[in-house]
Structure formats: structure tokens, C-alpha cells
């Protein structure tokens, strides 16, 4: 029978989001009924809310998640009710011409729960990024539930869901470091703060944060940073390069995602080094680079969406060094909120007070 439960919904363009009623239904063939543990709150769900990647309003907000399975629909074998599992919202499908030549990562048919939940009078939500993961259960896909090991704590595993994962690997698949590499992370929010993890993970030899902001960087360093730019000294292509022995950094990761730090990237790079982009550029943003440099640099300019990554290969892993000790993933969670404290933390995101506000219930 269709549950009633509080959730996070984002009624129009730019207005405040707010806690309403929201009818669950079953599961349908193929999907599952999760009861979310832990969500964080990420920069994708204010986008939502400002109508930057839908005008499909109202949202059910809140993508980047764990739970336990309560139910399944019919012909589900990968979870089962009880399993504790990290949502995604790039449930592969297995069939389109990406995942038949084994590039799955970059799936052109992912799956989304076909079951609509709605407000109480009946009008249907558009889940962020087919999850909706700000309420007490959701359905969603089965394939967007990735089962792991249940000692990681929720708010943690959650973080894997969205920005961690993009920024880990942006760094660990896209990128991919290698070890010994240098390289240079620019903006050092949830996403790029996890770049600088992968790099470390991977092995960098140096790893160069770069922001605006003094406590992001402070964090960066707790993460793996082994050098620092202030980016408001408005020299961040010179400070790398002189880092690396005026070369450049092999690697450059831009998570911020503007026509500006991407030129940055672009020229602070070694020769034939690799610009990876992660950060999400506004719509209308547009890129004037010089088309010999762009040739006479050589080297790659590659784009991550999701970390590249699979959720069902890296997750698993991810959770597992998390619980070795060896993946740090705790600093990303910078506290704990209810259900209704949503809105505060879109403002604390947006003063940058935090890395990760997270839904705990």
C-alpha cells in the first residue's frame, strides 16, 4: 500500500524549499522501496530549485544518499529487503551502444523508477535526478541501489552518491592520476576537496589546492593538499608553475567549472598534460582559447560527469578503504541537520561554511 511521509520539495523557481506530505507508492517491476538513512545536501539540488536543470517543478529534492532496501518489485535479484546501499543515479542499462562496448560509465540510457510519487492531492514530483532522497523512502530503479559493507556510517556512504564520488574520480578515472604525478585542484568545495583525496589515493607526488577561500584550503591540506594557492592573488597560472619547477602540473582538475578557472587550467598544465573539468559551468558560460594553443599544447582536455564513474565496480571498493582506514572520507561531513533544516543549509553552502551539510534521520 502507498506510504505517506515527510519529504523536501522544491515548489517553483527560486522559491524556498519546504517539508510536505508525499504519498510512496510500491515498488514496480524492476524497482525498490529505500528508506534513506542519511542525504546530503549538494550544489545540484539548489540548481533544481533555481530551475537550472528542469522547469519540471515540483521537485522531490535530495540525490546523494544511503539507506536499507525495505522492498522490491518483481524481477529484482542484485538487492534485496535489508541491504544497505548507496544510491546513484546512473543505474547502467546494459544494452545501449556505450555499455555493449564496455564503457558503461558513460551509459546513454540509465534507469529511473517508473513509479511517481506524489503530494497528497495528486500532483506528481520530478525526483532530483530520478532519486528524490530528502524523505523518510523513495523508489526508486534497482539498479540505482549499489549494495556495501553496512559498517560505514550512512552520512558518510551517502557522500558517494554525488560530489565525493565526482571529485574522487575526476581524480582516480578520468584524470586518471597516476603515481608520481603533479597536480593542481581549483576550487576546493565537496567536490574539488575529494579531487585532492583521489590524488593523494593515486599517489601524486604533489598536489596544489587552489581557492578563494582560506578555510577551503585549510581543509584541502587535511585531505591530501601539499601546497596552497590563494586564488585572489589573481596569479594562480604563475604560483603552479612555479611549484612545479615552472613546467606546469601534469595533471589540472577545474571543479569549479567558469570560463575563467578553466583558462586557468588550461595554461597551468604541463605540456601535454591533462585539464580534467568536473565543475558544472553555467549555461550560458563560453570558452575563448586560442585554437594553436589548444594544438601546440597538446596533451588531453577531458570532462567527468559523475567521476566516470561505475557504481557498482567503485563504490564497493571506495566503502572498503574507507573502513581500512586508508580513504578519509569524514572531513567531508560537516554536520548533521533534520529534515527541515534544508533551506539553512543551502545558505551555508552558498557563504561556504561548509563541505557537506547532511539529512540524518
Not at 134 to 155: L, N, R, S, W, Y
Not at 265 to 270: C, L, Q, T, V
Not at 303 to 313: E, M, T
Request: net charge negative.
Amino acid at each position: 500500500m502507498p506510504q505517506r511521509v515527510p519529504g523536501v520539495i522544491a515548489p517553483g523557481k527560486g522559491e524556498a524549499v519546504r517539508v510536505e506530505t508525499v504519498v510512496v507508492p510500491d515498488p514496480g517491476p524492476g524497482e525498490a522501496l529505500v528508506r534513506v538513512q542519511a542525504c546530503g545536501v549538494c550544489h545540484t539540488d539548489l540548481h533544481y530549485r533555481e530551475g537550472g536543470i528542469s522547469r519540471d517543478f515540483p521537485f522531490l529534492l535530495g540525490h546523494e544518499a544511503a539507506g536499507v532496501v525495505e522492498e522490491v518489485g518483481a524481477g529484482v535479484t542484485d538487492v534485496a529487503p535489508g541491504d544497505f546501499v548507496i544510491l546513484n543515479w546512473r543505474a547502467v542499462c546494459g544494452r545501449c551502444r556505450a555499455c555493449l562496448r564496455g564503457r558503461p560509465w558513460y551509459c546513454f540510457d540509465t534507469r529511473n523508477a517508473a513509479a511517481k510519487m506524489t503530494l497528497a492531492d495528486g500532483t506528481e514530483l520530478s525526483p532530483a535526478l530520478g532519486i528524490g532522497a530528502f524523505i523518510e523512502k523513495t523508489v526508486v530503479a534497482a539498479g540505482q541501489c549499489t549494495k556495501v559493507d553496512p559498517a560505514a556510517a550512512p552520512a558518510v556512504a551517502g557522500l558517494l552518491g554525488c560530489g565525493v564520488m565526482a571529485g574522487l574520480g575526476a581524480a582516480l578515472n578520468t584524470a586518471p592520476v597516476v603515481r608520481g604525478d603533479t597536480v593542481a585542484v581549483i576550487g576546493c568545495g565537496g567536490v574539488g576537496g575529494a579531487a585532492v583525496l583521489g590524488a593523494r589515493l593515486a599517489g601524486a607526488s604533489k598536489i596544489i589546492a587552489v581557492d578563494l577561500d582560506q578555510r577551503k584550503l585549510d581543509s584541502a591540506r587535511k585531505v591530501g593538499a601539499t601546497h596552497t594557492v590563494d586564488a585572489g592573488q589573481g596569479r594562480v597560472v604563475a604560483a603552479i608553475r612555479e611549484l612545479t619547477g615552472g613546467v606546469g602540473a601534469d595533471v589540472v582538475i577545474d571543479a569549479v567549472g567558469s570560463p575563467q578557472t578553466y583558462e586557468q587550467a588550461f595554461y597551468a598544465r604541463d605540456l601535454a598534460g591533462t585539464v580534467v573539468l568536473v565543475g558544472v559551468p553555467a549555461p550560458k558560460a563560453r570558452l575563448d582559447l586560442p585554437l594553436l594553443d589548444v594544438f601546440g599544447r597538446g596533451g588531453a582536455l577531458k570532462s567527468s560527469w559523475y567521476g566516470d564513474c561505475l557504481p557498482s565496480r567503485d563504490f564497493p571498493m571506495l566503502i572498503d578503504l574507507y573502513l581500512q582506514g586508508r580513504l578519509d572520507l569524514d572531513p567531508f561531513v560537516s554536520e548533521t541537520i533534520a529534515l527541515d533544516g534544508v533551506e539553512e543549509a543551502f545558505a551555508k553552502m552558498h557563504r561556504g561554511d561548509v563541505l557537506r551539510s547532511v539529512v540524518v534521520w
